[in-house]
């Protein structure tokens, strides 16, 4: 099926940014809402942001809002998670997937995930 591919982590300051990508090929590439996870070190998985196909419903955690945004081109078969404004907190291995992404807050996992990239925000 759907096949992802993560890109974009590397290391940043605190209050610096990053924009990750995550690539998507194979088949229907258009109609697969697609959302952003993220695990640390001890901790469980953890729901980012995601977007839909075209419906125009985007979700984010509270933990991010107001300081990432994610967005797609579909010409360019791409997801973006935009970051600003990072925080320690958010260092993690961050993820792609097909999802369910509904409102108010719903991103639920289906089955297609990318490798990871590696976020680390530090001094």
């Known amino acids: 099926q759907l096949q992802l591919v993560e890109s974009g982590g590397g290391l940043v300051q605190p209050g610096g940014s990053l924009r990750l990508s995550c690539a998507l090929s194979g088949l229907g590439l258009g109609l697969y809402a697609i959302g952003w996870f993220r695990q640390a070190p001890g901790k469980g998985r953890e729901e980012v942001s995601c977007?839909?196909?075209?419906?125009?419903?985007?979700n984010y955690a509270d933990s991010v809002k107001g300081r990432f945004t994610i967005s797609r081109d579909n010409a360019k078969n791409t997801v973006y998670l935009q970051m600003n404004s990072l925080k320690p907190e958010d260092s993690a291995i961050y993820y792609c997937?097909?999802?369910?992404?509904?409102?108010?807050?719903?991103?639920?996992?289906?089955?297609?995930w990318g490798q990871g990239t590696q976020v680390t925000v530090s001094s």
């Open positions: 997937a097909t999802v369910i992404c509904a409102k108010p807050n719903l991103i639920l996992p289906r089955g297609s």
């Open positions: 977007i839909s196909s075209s419906d125009g419903t985007i």
